[in-house]
């Protein structure tokens, strides 16, 4: 059938939380996620990368299946989803499953009561996902609970508390039992507990939680069931302006659709086209979409084997074996064992739920999961052309052009047959990825052996690996010739020998990890060994030799727990008045908003009329010059309005903050990839990304091209000033001590991955030069002042509005305030309104983030662990513009000391400039990374001493009222009370013997254990830095509007803000709002960093709120029994302003970095941090069991929020040090661009045991309600996590003999901790050359 044979395009009807849509138009190129968003306007389903890999769109699907009557509910990333795909479906948004209009879902209810939200922006996902959950499973089990969310991110929260909203809906017990003598592990009074203090633990309280109740759920509309009852299956086709879409019911049409259309891919789940088509800008004039040919979704069981059709989902394929499992003796079933092994951490639900396994098949990724184990599994393909049927081992089509076996483009894939397992026969899947769930294997294999009857002699054998090259590979030299050997240690050497002469891995195009592939693929053999030598003795105990006992462990796999978590805080003072909520866990105010989807973000605001969409063109070398730009093209491209370069900036394209600028646009040349150097607006965000593809931009390459540090270092390119700081005598310390150590340490750089990307809605506003600007950041005033630099208008024209941030972090100030202005300058040009809303690919591209660190050091020491002198060098990557980079590396000198004492010390702080984008402040701001240098040589003298790393800890603690290196006063009393209670909490002693023990009952896993403790000063400074105002009208009807100069960015300033307002009004919180924070109401507001949010503005809301209790004490005097709205009306009446402005001054601080002494911070909190980690010694695998934090902040306005950023930050920092991989080419481009490369934790990274106690009796004189300010410190003691990996490792190597010290970069991923577990395997890799010099990626 031809195109054009086909019947004229359709009519799409499918309906969205109960309502039909119609739409006439259907485009095969829409997803629905911008079908919701733009089109129906129902904005709750966000944007968080577009390629289905961080849960932020999820919506629900339901189906009708007429010949079964059965309706199906599933989750799915609406972001790949082509609105084409939903004929005759019901789609389910979080509007759908309730509204603060209508009712609040118990979902919805639970996740905000519970904390589950902080910048709220991932929170319509997550209800989406658990709310699908709770239609197929209303009581669902804790392993239904974490596989639901494992697609889910989350950058905000740690996802500690929403896991507990989750396991409200469980009917199981939330306790372990784990305990010998049947005690729950929650039940940990005896050891968490000090019985002199008051505490609490609930956060939350489930009494008054609503029921859920599945009758009260949206019905699967019943004229969606009449139609598929009733109207005859037929052939669909959607025209769009450059696709056609056409969706066949019979076989026979879809052959011949095929025949006509080779090249058209079959599109099922999308999960493959779709990324493809957005983010390789590959475009298919026609697709096929086969889903609804029954042929394809056959599911076949016959005496030996399965049957299933190419179209099936994964999530059904799981379903079928699962069953097929349980039914069929286990001998037949290893395949599909082995199968299902890899559907449990393939992708997440969404995607699973969608893929189709003929898709995963034909697509022949490498990353394939399915594709070895299917292929050593000798599983078949049913292949159907025009008058041809064939069947071929589904190994063939990975033939290396040889064979003629492959598919044929005209050839379809109906069905995929998954033979029983034999007698004798063994079969094992394994994989390898840098995060345990949803994420592309690294490496990944399939192995089966059949042995001769009886024996082990080997009769046929199949290896297959993924991950290492373009395709699955087949190692089929090696298994020939192991053929007849017998299953032994000789046969063991001999497949790893040949195996590794097989697989050659080219060094270059497939460079990425070659030596830590290549150690997979030999140490996935040898676990396929040990497997199979396990089974053979289980078998035939008598005739086989069992493996040794310390090997067995390594045979399981680490699977992802429901965490157990406690937190602990000091209950309020009993005279506190009850309706007085500072103190309690008060629930975040936009809680129930983020989770219904009401919260509105910039991208949510409707549009206004005309409105431009900006798409921004960035450079593609790392220094250039910019010889020309060709915008023709572009300009032609359909809906293009104007293309906007560095001449149409009317004033400022060049901020000077330092005596280096931070640019625009990019005018003659560019500095680094991802520099913007024009911007295109169109009528569409889709006509403004094809445009800018379109404009071609012609460079001469300059030199040098820097992007290192160490290349920074050998051309000297500083950021000016650089900064030392001394105490003592260094040079002559050295003399005097037993030992030296010296070292470096290279800290990789982090991004930020707000969930919410960058975001600007400029809107001229027609006179008076005057705009607003809505925008996504947590520096309002620095838009106002670039805006109205940029535009040569003075700042009061332009008002900068900010209701919420989807999350910052640090990244959204002065690359916000660059973006800002691209928008304006292209609003002021077209005098229309204009966004600019980063995709994720840009947003990682072009906004830079964490510092990439360099820290050598040399330590004096005695033999009993006293540091006497230190003689550091700090190197970060700036990039190319200056931004924040002297501060951090100021700062960074600043926090150098962490929790210790060191006498004399010599400090060094440089910021190298490169060619890379610029980087800036994040969370932590230096001190994660020169704390990270600390605790690293403190470990370094652990090694040398022979004394534990605690007790270096210990010894070198500040004890007493002391000073820092910069002469700074320090009392850390609390600072030895959180050390003593995490050692007490934690058991860290005992635990540590029992890990001892573990370790030496295991071989190939090891566990390991650190405790560290951390000072963290609060401060920014300088006085200016953190003044703070406040306004605070009460209107005639007693409602109070609040609003200050902090920004809402999940940390929950505006819920503790409310509270102190509540309690120095003493009216209840219903009464108080805060609207947005604004530069029209708060001027010149200082940026919200630096935890100092609560700090400065809660002064500055106090004072506000005192000045009006003044005013209005004469009337409350007059008569003391009335109510609050007695008084206002009466101070109405009597003239009384019911305005008032607060203000906070700033803390006196500064710094005289000429002397090296001063007073930059105000006071310090103090924490400590002790976790429990195992090992994979085989895969560099690991999991994180257990973490104990104690943190002295004070006392805590709101626990529930500051539980939450101590958690939060902490997870973060577990993905700092052990997770998060930035990688550049050595050309300076950056390759992790998506949640597909650049791995954030998920669910299954947080600890299985997670305790957070807020120390008690802790006052801090110096902040509002003696609180201390927390969004930051967390962060750094994930490197608990960093040391306990370290101590694992350490136990390998000491087993093995490395006595040596050793160091570990961070992030300490899977690739490392494998290479430092240093063994047969990897001793292979030395003696086995990559094939290229030129590194794949370079280390910046
Ligand atoms: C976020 C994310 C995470 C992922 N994680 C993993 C992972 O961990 N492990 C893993 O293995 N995979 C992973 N994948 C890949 C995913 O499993 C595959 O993309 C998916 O299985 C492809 O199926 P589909 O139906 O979506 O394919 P589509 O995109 O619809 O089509 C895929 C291709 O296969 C061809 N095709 C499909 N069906 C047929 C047929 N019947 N006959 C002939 N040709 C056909 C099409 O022409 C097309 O070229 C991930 C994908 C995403 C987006
Ligand atoms: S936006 Fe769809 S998964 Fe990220
Ligand atoms: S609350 Fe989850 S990303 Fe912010």
Redesign the pocket.
Known sequence: MSLQGAAGAEELVFYVNGRKIIEKNADPEQMLLSYLRKRLRLTGTKYGCG???CGACTVMISTYESTSKKIQHYSA?AC?LPICSLYGTAVTTVEGVGSTKTRVHPVQERLAKCHGSQCGFCTPGMVMSIYTLLRNHPEPTSEQITAALA?NLCRCTGYRPILDACKTFCQESACCQSKPNGKCCMDQEDDLFDKREKVCTGLFSTDEFQPLDPTQELIFPPELMRMAESQPKRTLVFRGERMTWISPVSLDELLDL?ATHPK?????????????MKFRGVLHPVV?A?ARVLD?NLVKCTDDGLTLG??C??TLVKDVLTNATSEFPEEKTKIFRAVLQ?LR????E???N??????????R?S?????PILAAGNCMLN?VSRGRKRQIPLSDIFADGASNNT?MPE????SIYIPHSRKGEYVSAF?Q?PRRE????IT?AGMRVLFEEGTDIIKDLSIFY?GSVSTTICAKQTCQALIGRYWNEQMLDAACRLVLKEIALPGLAWGEKVDYKKTLIVSFFYRFFLEVLQSLKTMDPCHYPSIPMEYGSVLQDFETKMPQSIQIYQDIEPGQPPQDPVGRPIMHQSGIKHATGEAIYIDDLPSVDGELFLAVVTSSRAHAKIVSIDTSEALKGPGVFDIITAHDVPATNEFYYSNEPEIVFARNKVTCVGQIVCAVAADSDVHAKQAAAKVKIEYEVLEPVILTIEEAIKHNSFFEPKRKLEQGNVDQAFETVDKILEGQIHIGGQEHFYLETQSVLAVPKGEDKEMDMYVSTQHPAIIQEMVSASLGVPANRIMCHVKRVGGAFGGKLLKAGLLASVAAVAANKTSRAVRLVLSRGDDMLITGGRHPFIGKYKVGFMNDGRIIAVDAKFYINGGCTPDESVLVSEVSLLKMDNAYRIPNLRCWGYACKTNLPSNTAFRGFGFPQSALVTETWITGIADKTGLSPEKIREINMYRENEQTHFKQQLDPQNLIRCWNECMEKSAYYSRKTAIKEFNKQNYWKKKGIAIVPMKFPFGLGTRYLSQAAALVHIYTDGSVLLTHGGIEMGQGIHTKMIQVASRELNIPMSCIHFCETSTTTIPNACASVGSAGTDVNGMAVKDACQTLLKRLQPIINKNPKGTWNDWIEEAFKQSVSLSATGYFRGYNESMDWEKGEGQPFTYFLYGAACSEVEINCLTGDHKNLRTDIVMDIGCSINPAVDIGQIEGAFVQGIGLYTMEELNYSPEGVLYTRG??QYKIPAVCDIPEQFTVSLLSSSQNPYAIYASKGIGEAGLFLGCSVFFALRDAVTSVRNERGLKETFTLNSPLTPEQIRAACADEFTEMMTNNGSASSTPWAISM
């Open positions: 390629g289905g890999g990333n790949l697609g095929k058209a891919p079959l599109v099922v789940g999308n999960t493959n086209v779709g990324p493809e096929i086969p394809l190419a179209a989902s994964l890899q951490t393939l992708g997440g969404q995607i699973r969608v893929a189709s396994l003929g898709g995963n098949i034909v697509s990724k990353t394939s999961d399915l594709n292949l598919i050839e379809i894939l109906v994989r990825a949803n994420a592309l294997p990944n993924g949640p597909d």
